[in-house]
């Protein structure tokens, strides 16, 4: 059985040794609490490898990494919202996804119960950061919506049209999922893991079916690594095809919305026939994945091409389309790097990042960073037309893999598995991240942190500065999945 | 030709779904299935709406958006519940910050559509029972 050798680092080293990985150029994997006083933080270094640090205290706190890692203020809210441990020295403690509902003293993952607690009759609204001073005005929006998006609260601070400051209040879609997961046999965790975001799934259900596989010490058969390839580039193009449906809506561009819409639809019914899911739910488990005929998907992807380019040609040559994009909802380069920002909306800014690069499972794929350059609206859907263009290319060639591979032994996970490890993958959105503890077979802490969670502050970071009435161009050109980073 | 009876304006909540359920809702839209061309419409505000579908089971941060939205819509109303967490038998029913579906959280809907999440073929088969009126009438409101 593999774990991940996990180094203990004294308090006086937690800040120092962090800071040195951060400016090595290692991406953040994940900062996670345990029960007992305990935080592991797991770092991605530049040539692929993994490194683990914990700390472990005694009393009620722990040092703060915020002030100097922007990028983990949120991760520390979320640990003193959910096991109590304060982060000393957090320059904004506020509840992130506690309420005022939340009974004194319920902190669910840091408690062996499994009771649901007796909510207070209150209402959920936290406490609003608010711009004060004269002509300022304070917009609520949410958290329902008016059209068919998640769930979200947005208090906007706005002088006339123009946005000054946005306060986030997300997480209406918290069910618990980290605390559902706990003491679930590896065979009951497919479903929930498959289930804790629809855009996201097949990195989700990737991850987890790695996850146990590194800790059994089994390595998969080179016909599931492109068997999951195939299921991660077909989630990617699915999620694409979405966003880039959704920016044009934005702006009223109708023609180029339907034809998107539809352009998904015949995605979904081709993976529907294929995987037998229109979603691709269920597909990935530890020691298999499903799998479709690659004829017939190739046949598939040809078809879609015939739709797509002349529809790529259309956006592209659409002036007044470009004008209501560029320069909107900036994000610099520096604050991408600073915040630790994944994904496309990091690539738009010019961050060559791409998990896959350094990812095990793609060593036989050539992936190449699809970079935007301006971080503007417009780079982030410029970034999603090539990388769906990218994703064919290597479907491509992973079902032409395919039909030559044979397929290895079947293999299930031992039942009395147990360590600790962590596994990572580049889903629609970015870097998504699972660290997994198991003991005799069943999970002692799972902990899921999504690129979506990694994106939110960023996003609050674009609108400053634009008009009020871009901030649903700005928000779908993120197009962030509420419930991954709810959980 | 088909003779199109009553409109129904739809207005959707999500409490705690996984976006899966969104993403077919908005799939009604396209033009493979074009929802308006049955009277059929997603609207923007509960107060134009017949009916509220809502998805997800419910977490608790959103059990009271959830019934003050249902109290903004205007009677004749009807409450569906989308997607097998919505309808109670979803993988999440028993997550701490969950209440389990519409029905154990709120009251019982008008109209179950099962499915993780369901398909627009069938979703678009079963709102159009709510024109019908084959379906069981709402409970009226104190």
Partial sequence: MKSIAVETIESDQWLTRNELLKQAGAQLLALTAFRGNRLEIHWLLPDGNVTAGALNWNGSGFPSLSPYLPEVAWDEREIHDLFGYVPKGH??????IRTPRWPAGFYPLNDDSRLRPIWVDMEPDNPAKTVEG????????????????????????????????LDLHLFQNHRGVEKSLEGLSTEEVPPLVTRICGADTVSHQTNWAMAVEQLAGHQAPETRCWERIVLLESERVLSHLNDLAQIPAGVGFQVAHQRALAMKEQWQRGLLTLFGHRLLFDTVRPGWSAKGDSDSFLALVRAMMRDW?????????????????????????????????????????????????????????????????????AARFKVRLQEVEDSWRILQAALDHLREASDGPPWTPPQDLAGETVSYSESPHGLNVHVVALEEGRIRRYHVRPATFRNWPLVALATAGNAVGDFPLINKSFELCYSCSDR | MHRQAKSLQLRHLDAGSCNGCEQELTALTSRYYDMQQFGLDLVASPRHADALVVTGPVTDTMKEPLRKTWNAVPRPKRLVAFGDCAAGCGVFQEAYASHGGVAAAFEAPDLVIPGCPPQPADVLKQIRRLQTGDEKPSAPNP
């Fill in chain 1, 309 to 377: 380019h002349p529809w790529r040609s259309m956006v592209e040559g659409h002036h007044g389309f470009h004008d209501r994009m560029n320069g909107v909802g900036l994000v610099r380069r520096d604050d991408a790097e600073r915040f630790g920002a994944v994904g496309v909306a990091a690539r738009a800014t010019g961050l060559a990042f791409d998990a896959r690069t350094l990812m095990p499972l793609y060593q036989n794929v050539s992936v190449k960073p699809v970079t935007g350059g301006a971080g503007d609206v």
């Fill in chain 1, 134 to 165: 004269d002509g300022v005005t304070i917009m609520k929006v949410g958290p329902t919506h008016a059209g068919v998006i998640e769930s979200g609260h947005f208090v906007f601070s706005i002088m006339g049209e123009n946005i000054l400051h």
């Fill in chain 1, 91 to 96: 320059p904004d403690l506020r509840p992130l």
